[in-house]
């Protein structure tokens, strides 16, 4: 397992190399007298290869490989915990240097191996069902602390990573430039080279910031939690986005697809009698009909101690078929990793 590096040589807190800019890495190597190309001999060790020791990039001058270690850390994360599903999904947790922790999870299929990643240790927006919404903010990841999370997965199956989901804990778009950089990173290349398509970021609807995304060039997929198309329950399910109104949200994703031309996913977990009532499903209905949407329907996963409660499964199927009566795409998504706490924020709730 990859561990935290500090250096103990040097007086000040050394700095994660990962967090440079290609230029500022190319100046660094210039003031070192080194040709630039060792930039990219660098890059590769740090974002293909996965890199946790200078000592590993045997194709850079021995010397070399002492000064970048004197001056930089390569960041790295510890595993905590890990936990084996019975349909093979793995959920970990992951410490960082400073001591904080976030989960992720790897689920495969097939040949197919889809990792969901945290954006932020804990979250501020504050949802009544979520769990990690219940803990509040310790602080925001940076972008090669989300990407660690898809590397220490990848490497923990010895497998490609197919997609990736920013659908662990916190809020990407309240996190927006190291989220997005580290979605840059996974689609690049000089990174892990998956297909934008298959890289998605999954807001509770922080407008400023979807508008922003819909003038981002890649076609990354963007998922929306709605969990309520009616004013008054989505403000009681989610405080944090309550300045933000549904009319408001409509119109901004119609920009978004008239701009992208791209599906947006609508996340919508059903909670017993709360928003699966009928005047819920029409009002879902309304807001979905003609704008392109997908809507996944999700089993509410009980988080301890909540008042809330899931639908039933002959409720989510009717939810699909009514959507589909009006022309709205609409799938169950199947819950993974149910027997090891897969829900967002609960196996740290455990861990504590
Ligand atoms: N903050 C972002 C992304 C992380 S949460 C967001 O809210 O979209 C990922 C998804 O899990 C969101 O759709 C969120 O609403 C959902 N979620 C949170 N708690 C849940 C629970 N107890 N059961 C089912 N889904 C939950
Ligand atoms: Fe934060 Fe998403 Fe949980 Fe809401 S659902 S509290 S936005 S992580």
Redesign the pocket.
């Known amino acids: 397992m990859q561990e935290a590096r500090n250096n103990p040589d040097v007086g000040v807190d050394p700095i994660d190399l990962r967090t440079l800019t290609r230029g500022q890495l190319v100046d660094t190597l210039k003031e070192l007298g080194q040709p630039a190309f060792r930039a990219k001999q660098i890059e590769e060790w740090v974002w293909e290869k996965g890199a946790t020791s200078f000592d590993d990039m045997t194709n850079l001058p021995k010397a070399l490989r002492a000064t970048l270690s004197s001056r930089f850390t390569l960041g790295g994360v510890q595993q905590a915990a890990r936990q084996v599903s019975e349909d093979g999904s793995r959920k970990y947790l992951l410490r960082y240097a400073d001591g904080t922790a976030v989960e992720c999870v790897g689920m495969p299929s097939g040949n197919k191996l889809a990792v969901c990643v945290s954006s ?1 240790a804990g ?5 009544a ?6 803990a509040g903010l310790t602080r925001s990841l940076t972008a090669a602390e989300i990407y660690d999370q898809v590397m220490h997965v990848r490497d923990d199956f010895d497998t490609r990573v197919t997609s990736v989901v920013l659908m ?4 990407p778009f309240m996190n927006y430039d190291a989220s997005l950089a580290a979605m840059r990173k996974l689609n690049s290349p000089d990174g892990l080279g998956i297909g934008a398509r298959h890289i998605t970021v ?3 609807g922080v407008i400023p910031a979807i508008k922003r995304f819909a003038n981002e060039p890649e076609q990354f997929t963007l998922a929306v ?1 709605l969990h309520s198309a009616v004013q008054r329950t989505r403000n009681a399910l ?1 405080p ?2 309550r300045k933000y109104s549904l009319m408001h949200l409509y119109e901004v994703m119609g920009e978004y697809v008239d701009k992208t031309g791209r599906r947006p996913t609508y996340e919508y977990a059903l909670i017993r009698g709360v928003n699966d009532t009928e005047d819920e499903l029409g009002a879902l209905c309304d807001f979905c009909r003609d704008n392109l949407a997908h809507v996944n329907i999700i089993q509410l996963n009980e988080v301890k101690g909540s008042r809330f409660q899931p639908s039933s499964d002959a409720r989510a199927g009717e939810f699909v078929r009514r959507l589909a009566s009006v022309g709205v795409e609409a799938t169950i998504r199947q819950s993974r990793g149910q027997d090891i706490d897969a829900a ?2 609960q196996l740290k709730q455990r861990m504590r």
């Open positions: 932020q979250c501020a927006m504050g949802c069902f979520c769990a990690t919404g219940a662990g804990q916190g809020e999954s807001t509770c939690s989610m944090g986005v967002c924020g």
